[in-house]
């Protein structure tokens, strides 16, 4: 496991340094500034903080995950469940990763059948029939089935289950890049 060089937090700190003053000067009211540094800035630092500590990589549940820059487990995650978050600077949106381990493996065929099903019954329910559309990710080691929606043309939602596995995964993103980079994590997971 290879650790960030000090020249990154060198470069990195002072420049968010920056960018948070600057934030401050520029924003016309003084609530939006508090709310943008609330929901930003003390991720970013989180994100560099877990990076710095522990590298690019971590293990859960058996499966070594990569984690792109400033993405970090979120506090929330607890033994059975993991929370990726990516952190924003100067938006309010949230990408999450969210793993959680089952009580039971599924083989390569349940797996594909449960998300088929699923994303027949969310259709149902939905305002259109195609809404949630089923595809297959495949990682180092494993295979996802998974439904994805993308309901506003910006955000999507993925609900995936490991083949030959326990594990399950929820990704919500807005944006491509975020959506690239949670995809990676699921394509580089062993």
């Known amino acids: 496991m ?8 060198r470069i990195w700190l002072p420049l968010i340094g920056v960018l948070c003053a600057l934030d401050f000067w520029v924003s016309s009211s003084a609530f939006k500034s508090t709310l943008r540094f609330a929901y930003s800035y003390p991720s970013a630092f989180r994100a560099m903080a877990w990076h710095r500590r522990h590298g690019n990589t971590m293990t859960s549940n058996g499966h070594l995950l990569h ?4 993405w970090y487990p979120a506090p929330e995650s607890r033994p059975g469940k993991l929370m990726l978050r990516e952190a924003h600077f100067g938006s309010l949106g949230i990408n999450d990763v969210v793993f959680r381990t ?3 493996r599924v083989d390569d065929r349940t797996a594909q059948e449960e ?3 699923m994303a027949v019954q969310f259709n149902k329910h939905s305002h259109s029939s195609d809404e949630w559309r ?3 990710l495949q990682g180092r080691t494993l295979t996802f089935h998974c439904m994805m929606s ?4 910006m955000t999507e939602f993925l609900v995936c ?3 030959d ?3 399950d995964v929820i990704i919500s993103t807005a944006g491509s890049r975020s959506r690239n980079e949670a995809l990676n994590i699921l394509e580089t997971s062993q």
């Open 165 to 167: 596995s326990n594990l």
């Open 150 to 153: 993308s309901s506003d043309g």
């Open 134 to 136: 089923v595809e297959t």
């Open 102 to 104: 089952m009580p039971q």
């Open 115 to 117: 998300i088929a099903n």
């Open 161 to 163: 289950r490991a083949a």
């Open 67 to 70: 984690i792109p820059a400033f």
């Open 2 to 9: 290879k650790k960030p060089s000090g020249r990154f937090l």
